[in-house]
């Protein structure tokens, strides 16, 4: 029953504790600002998955050709087990290559998207405006 009753105390002490402070500075969710912030952060981490990526497959790929021997081969074990870490290196950097495919997309559709936003909202009328057009009405004495 103490545990119970402690375990209960501790839920409501914490219960109203938040782990993360509410950001007044950044944009709203869904806004063009924040449709803008997300394309830039996307296509910063797309240039650095590409560089990394391109920078490790590089270097796997020349320790795997300088372990290779030539023609011959690798001779030693140790030489087999540089290489293969060479091709490890190199598949890995691939892949950062290709996973930076996505993010580059991806910040690109959040710019078209926050951009169409600011183009739609310069034409948007002015609500307390009246606005003139021509029209034909016909009364019927009923």
């Known amino acids: ?4 009753l402690l375990l209960i105390c501790m839920f409501l002490c914490c219960a109203g ?14 806004t063009a ?11 910063t981490a797309a240039w650095i998955l590409l560089g990394g990526g391109t920078l490790v ?21 140790e030489e087999k087990s540089k290489q293969r870490v060479g091709e490890v290196m190199f598949l890995v950097g ?5 996973g930076s495919v996505p993010l580059f997309l991806a910040g690109a559709r959040n710019k078209r998207i926050a951009l169409g936003m600011k183009r739609q909202a310069s034409y948007l009328p002015d609500p307390g405006r009246q606005h003139s057009f021509a029209a034909l009405s ?5």
């Open 1 to 4: 029953m103490k545990a119970l």
């Open 138 to 142: 016909l009364r019927l004495p009923i």
């Open 57 to 77: 497959g590089v270097i796997g790929l020349g320790n795997s050709i300088n372990m290779s021997g030539g023609y011959l081969g690798p001779a030693s074990e």
């Open 33 to 43: 600002a924040w449709h803008l912030g997300k394309a830039r952060s996307q296509k």
């Open 94 to 98: 691939g892949a950062a290559v290709l």
């Open 17 to 30: 504790a938040s782990a993360q402070l509410a950001d007044s500075t950044a944009p709203a969710r869904g």
